[in-house]
């Protein structure tokens, strides 16, 4: 059998495309998405947060995360509370919470491997025997109980991704109503990451015949602590850092 040589239609085809003057396509208007309820609080002044820890945490309950709540000033005993009280031994977190001396403190007597080398050198180790990652959050979504995660170098992404209890750290300070009001305080644009992470309870999937399965891609639990920095701000030394 004779194969037919297309590299000239082909080259004919591409010709007549790249001869084809182009021009830029309008931005498209995005006033009538943002004035119904999925742009709730991207106009105007931005909402209270403390009117939104409600709503989080009852959205967020309803996709069966743990929320706890913290204050400034304890919060690395609340996430020591967290992980005790569901038997985690051994912990990995990213450089910026592992720099932390309160949280090293408050962590004492744990397992903790710090996400500082490449994946490849300890993969069998973190699939294996790591119980649960910790990570600081970007915002919090109040509409849908949502944590924005900002993943970088010093917190990659694979600590919310890979172990099976996902423990996550966020201010109230950061709630937003919806994601387009918290996109338009962070402006990733601004600062392009390679992942902006959206976690939504834990992972979950009912791809097979319809069953809701929990951890098939992901954590199978997700706590996150709240800490109320609403009443009482955080100082440079208190604050979760530079990740969250």
């Known amino acids: 059998m004779t194969i037919p040589n297309t590299l000239a239609a082909r080259s004919r085809i591409l010709g007549r495309l790249r001869g084809v003057p182009t021009t830029a396509l309008p931005a498209p208007s995005l006033d009538a998405y943002l004035q119904g309820p999925f742009g709730h609080g991207s106009l105007g002044e931005r909402i209270d947060p403390a009117t939104l820890v409600a709503p989080f945490e009852a959205a967020a309950r309803g996709w069966r995360a743990d929320v706890l709540h913290a204050r400034p000033a304890d919060w690395p005993q609340a996430v020591r509370a967290a992980l005790e009280a569901r038997g ?72 919310s991704l890979v172990p099976p209890l996902h423990v996550a750290l966020l201010r109230a300070s950061t709630l937003y109503a919806g994601l387009p009001a918290a996109l338009r305080t962070l402006a990733p644009e601004a600062a392009m990451p390679t992942n902006l992470l959206l976690v939504t309870g834990p992972s979950k999937t009912a791809d097979i015949q319809q069953v809701l399965a929990f951890g098939a891609h992901g954590p199978k639990a997700l706590v996150i602590v709240l800490v109320d920095d609403l009443t009482a701000p955080m100082t440079s030394a208190a604050a979760p850092g530079a990740a969250a």
């Open 88 to 159: 985690v031994r051994r912990l990995v977190l990213g450089r910026a919470a592992a720099a932390r001396p309160d949280l090293a403190a408050a962590l004492q007597g744990l397992q903790m491997t710090v996400f500082d080398r490449p994946i490849e050198q300890w993969k069998g180790e973190l699939f294996d025997r790591i119980d649960a990652g910790f990570t600081f959050t970007e915002a919090g979504i109040a509409d849908t109980g949502t944590l924005v995660l900002r993943p970088g170098a010093d917190e990659p992404r694979t600590l």
